[in-house]
C-alpha cells in the first residue's frame, strides 16, 4: 500500500505545455467542452468537468485509460492515440497551468 | 519523498476511519459525518483540498459522474487502492448522499471550452 502510494505521489508530471495542450484538444471538446454533457454508453451519467483540476490527477487519469487499468472504451480510445507528451501537454492545458 | 509521509499517516487514518464506519452500515447515512471522517482528510470538506498532486478536486464536479466514482472504485472497475478501501464499506445511499454532498460545494473546475 505504502509503496503504491509513493510510487503514484512520485510521477507527478511537471513537463506539461499548456499552449501544446490546446492545439491537441479537439477529441476532448465534442464531450468534454460541452457543459453538462452527457455521455449516453456504456452507462448514462455526466462527463467529469476537467478545467482547473489538477494536472496530476489528469495526467495519472489519461495514462490508466490507455492502459486498460480504467474502463472506459470511448476514453481508450482516445488515451490509445497519446503520447506521454501528449498527455502532459494536455493536463497542463487543462489544470489552467500557464506555465 | 519525505514530504509525502503526512498524507501516508492522514491516508492510513482514512483507512482506519473507514473501516469503523463500515461496522455501523445499518445506521441511517449521515455524509456530513463521512465527510468529516473519511473524505475530508484527503478531499477537504468542500472538496477542493489536494493531498497530493494526484489528488482530484472534486468539489461541485457533477454528481453523477462522482457516484459513479465510487461505485467503480467499489467494485475494482476503477483501480485505486486507498479508494478501493474507502468506498468498499460504502453504501449506495451513503454513495448518493456524498456524490450530493460534494457536487453542491463551491467548486474550482469549470467546462473548458
Keep these: 500500500m505504502l509503496v503504491l502510494l509513493l510510487a503514484a505521489a ?5 513537463q506539461g505545455d499548456a499552449a501544446a495542450g490546446k492545439s491537441k484538444n479537439a477529441m476532448c471538446q465534442g464531450c ?3 457543459d453538462g454533457f452527457r455521455m449516453a454508453y456504456p452507462t448514462v451519467y455526466s462527463v467529469p468537468m476537467l478545467g482547473g483540476q489538477s494536472a496530476a ?4 487519469a489519461l495514462k490508466a485509460y490507455r492502459s486498460g487499468d480504467r474502463i472506459n472504451e470511448t476514453m481508450h480510445a482516445i488515451a490509445a492515440g497519446l503520447t506521454d507528451q501528449d498527455i502532459d501537454d494536455l493536463a497542463a492545458y487543462y489544470s489552467g497551468d500557464a506555465k | ?10 491516508v492510513a ?3 482506519m476511519t473507514a473501516g469503523a464506519l463500515a461496522e455501523e452500515a445499518a445506521a441511517p447515512v449521515n455524509a456530513q459525518e463521512i465527510v468529516n471522517t473519511v473524505c475530508a482528510m484527503c478531499h477537504g470538506e468542500d472538496g477542493n483540498k489536494m493531498l ?19 461505485h467503480d472504485y467499489k467494485s475494482g472497475d476503477r483501480k ?15 454513495i448518493e448522499a456524498l456524490a450530493e454532498y460534494f457536487a453542491a460545494q463551491k467548486s474550482e473546475l469549470y467546462t473548458l471550452k
Excluded: R, W
Design chain 2, 80 to 94: 485505486n487502492p486507498i479508494m478501493a478501501a474507502v468506498a468498499a464499506p460504502l453504501s449506495d445511499e451513503a
Design chain 2, 52 to 70: 497530493t498532486p494526484e489528488t482530484p478536486k472534486i468539489g461541485g464536479q457533477k454528481g453523477d459522474y462522482l457516484a459513479k466514482s465510487l
Design chain 1, 57 to 60: 490527477y489528469i495526467a495519472a
Design chain 2, 1 to 10: 519523498m519525505k514530504q509525502y509521509f503526512p498524507a501516508i499517516v492522514a
Design chain 1, 32 to 34: 468534454h467542452g460541452i
Design chain 1, 10 to 14: 512520485g510521477s507527478v508530471s511537471a
Design chain 2, 13 to 15: 487514518g482514512c483507512l
